[in-house]
């Protein structure tokens, strides 16, 4: 299955949400042409692409799949400023929503710049200022890096993303989406677009986790909501909402019996001692 994300309409919007005065030229459809998303769930990343991560130290992919922590990976072009800005910042205001941090909540965060051309200080201060933005401190498991073009187009191709460099325009003309991988490094979900949920964010840590993150409760919250690979998010199912709270419902009442059972056996064997 291919998705094809509008990427004239979203340079536009893009546009109109960061107030950009100058004149822009918006690509051709020639130029956005094959600009697809070619979904690969279940695919492997090769673990020996190698980057140079923002402090300028070399880092094989593999680096971050430890078997325990999902990842979340985004590409992107760090000197954009526009569609790139703009999903980068609301991937972090989807973040400060969700109680989980990068490193010490179980899961990491890596950024891949897709110009071979852009080096590791570029790489370190576009991190420092998402960082600032996501106000958890300097020590969020967010990994900004820069590499050649071969390692580039190796990783783009095992995540079926596509995108192309314009010439005539200098700039690069891509799809904003977030790969939420498993802890061994295979494709787990698809978040599409410049809309991320912290719910959606969660889930989907949860599910590529394969069980290792999120409370009980959580975990039970999870059953009301199903992936929807075409449009890149979660939607919660009414039928299983309403079976998920009268399953809660039902807990609860079981629980406020057994403490009033409790409370009346003490009662009794207190009385029973006072009696004798």
């Known amino acids: 299955m291919t998705f094809r994300f509008p990427i004239v309409t979203a ?14 030229v ?18 492997q990343v090769d673990p020996n692409w190698t980057f140079t991560d923002h402090r300028g130290e070399q880092r094989r992919l593999g680096d971050f799949f430890d ?10 072009w760090f000197k954009c400023k526009t569609l790139c800005d703009t999903q980068l910042n609301l991937l972090a205001n989807g973040l400060k929503n969700l109680e989980w941090t990068a490193g010490t909540d179980g899961f990491r965060m890596v950024t891949v710049s897709i110009d071979p051309e852009e080096t590791h200080p570029l790489a370190s201060g576009k991190r420092d200022s998402y960082l600032d933005l ?7 498991d967010w990994t900004f ?4 073009s071969s390692n580039i187009n190796g990783l783009a191709d ?56 999120g409370s ?29 709270f009268a399953i809660l419902t ?14 009346d056996r003490r009662h009794g064997r207190l009385v029973a001692e006072a009696a004798v």
């Open 11 to 24: 340079a536009a919007l893009v546009l109109m949400w960061t107030g950009v005065a100058q004149a822009i």
């Open 26 to 43: 918006a690509p051709s459809p020639q130029e956005t042409k094959g600009l697809d998303v070619v979904e690969k769930f279940g695919s």
């Open 67 to 76: 078997g325990k922590r999902p990842v979340l990976l985004t590409m992107n």
């Open 134 to 140: 996501l106000d958890r401190g300097a020590n969020v």
């Open 145 to 148: 890096m820069v590499g050649n």
């Open 158 to 213: 095992d995540l079926g993303y596509r995108y192309n460099y314009d010439e005539k325009l200098d700039q690069y003309v891509h799809a904003p989406v977030v790969y939420v991988l498993t802890p061994d490094g295979r494709i787990s979900h698809y978040l599409f677009g410049l809309r991320y949920e912290s719910t959606d964010l969660k889930l989907s840590l949860m599910d590529a986790s394969q069980g290792r993150l």
């Open 216 to 244: 009980t409760f959580d975990k039970l919250l999870m059953n009301c909501f199903h992936y929807d690979p075409t449009a890149g998010g979660y939607a919660a199912s009414a039928m299983d909402v309403m079976r998920f």
């Open 250 to 263: 039902v807990l609860i009442l079981l629980s406020a019996l057994l403490v009033f059972w409790l409370v």
